[in-house]
């Protein structure tokens, strides 16, 4: 990432390193409290958070609502659930006693463990659009034949192992009243278990991302009778005070994998720091606009898919002549 672009990380705990890049920033916050941020934000990501979170859905809001025009969102996030796909794992393992308990302990104080389940519907009834969502499964030691999950079921493992009591003494102990002792002694036999290989265990992981779209928009797409749910980004352009998102919400046909330019129809939404101006490109700036996603294709490889992000704040801003439409909203 380009250190011209600022970033700024949020952790509820001061375990930060003190070796970053320059454009880097931490700071201690709970993501729960008021966003009192003064500007917003091109790209937010959010991981982990499972157990960790008492209101999903403001959460969501706020990270929504922290997000320039066209900004992105990205959420990787767990269903803690253990199983197994062929029944090897049964509720008779001290393995699935102790994430059974475990899981419990966190819903007992409102924290839930399993988010990645139920994050698309969050996502969605938030405002974001173009939402993809997708679902891996996370084996838990080197069981899998697949040389790539077997390597990634032994790192999963090994963080497991290492994190059992770290994972429970507080939610067995101040949640549910267990003593000490007892916690060790069931996260021994669960040690014990899961290096044996005698079941299957694995966990799912969520990750999502998805475009917030916002008011502008949605009463663009409105004045000019255009469905709001079919309009796609494909390009952004950002200057210091204007940001300029490239729409294509005429031509539903736009194959990104095709080895051709399409003339397609651009709409411009100008965000200015008092009003935003919405207008239909003009052919020759249309023109331009399909020569440069073309390039775009060709330069990412032609199975790349839209959008395309530049930045452009150290630059002058743009001036869109012989518009064939103009609406100040």
């Not at 001061?14 to 993501?31: G, L, Y």
């Not at 917003?40 to 809001?61: E, G, S, T």
């Not at 463990?113 to 009834?125: D, F, I």
């Amino acid at each position: 990432m380009p250190f011209g672009l600022a970033i700024l990380a949020n952790d509820l705990s001061a375990v930060q390193p003190t070796w970053v890049p320059p454009n880097v920033k931490f700071e201690i916050d709970d993501m729960e409290s008021p966003w009192l941020y003064d500007n917003p934000f091109d790209f937010i990501f959010c991981r982990y958070m499972a157990a960790c979170i008492k209101d999903w859905p403001k959460l969501v809001q706020s990270i929504f609502e922290n997000l320039t025009p066209g900004g992105w969102a990205e959420f990787q996030d767990f269903d803690l659930q253990y199983y197994s796909e062929d029944g090897s794992l049964t509720e008779s393992h001290d393995t699935m006693k102790w994430i059974n308990t475990l899981l419990g302990a966190a819903r007992k104080i409102g924290r839930d463990p399993c988010p990645g389940v139920s994050l698309e519907k969050w996502v969605k009834e938030a405002g974001f659009k173009n939402v993809t969502h997708h679902r891996f499964r996370f084996p838990i030691g080197p069981w899998p034949r697949d040389p790539k999950m077997k390597e990634i079921g032994m790192y999963n493992l090994t963080q497991v192992l290492q994190g059992l009591e770290g994972f429970s003494l507080r939610l067995f102990c101040d949640v549910l009243g267990w003593r000490q002792e007892e916690v060790v002694v069931l996260t021994s036999k669960v040690r014990k278990e899961l290096k044996t290989r005698s079941f299957h265990a694995q966990y799912d992981l969520s990750p999502l991302y998805s475009i917030a779209y916002d008011e502008v928009v949605r009463r663009t797409c409105s004045a000019l009778d255009i469905p709001f749910n079919g309009s796609r980004l494909l390009a952004t352009q950002k200057w210091t005070k204007l940001t300029v998102l490239v729409f294509d919400i005429f031509y539903d046909n736009y194959v990104p994998t095709a080895h051709y330019k399409v003339n397609l129809p651009v709409l411009l939404v100008d965000y200015g720091r008092t009003q935003s101006y919405v207008r239909v490109a003009s052919p020759e700036f249309r023109e331009a606009i399909n020569d440069h996603l073309a390039t775009q294709h060709n330069y990412h490889g032609w199975d790349g898919k839209p959008h395309h992000f530049e930045d452009q704040t150290s630059a002058a801003a743009p001036k869109y002549e012989n518009p064939r439409d103009t609406s100040v909203l």
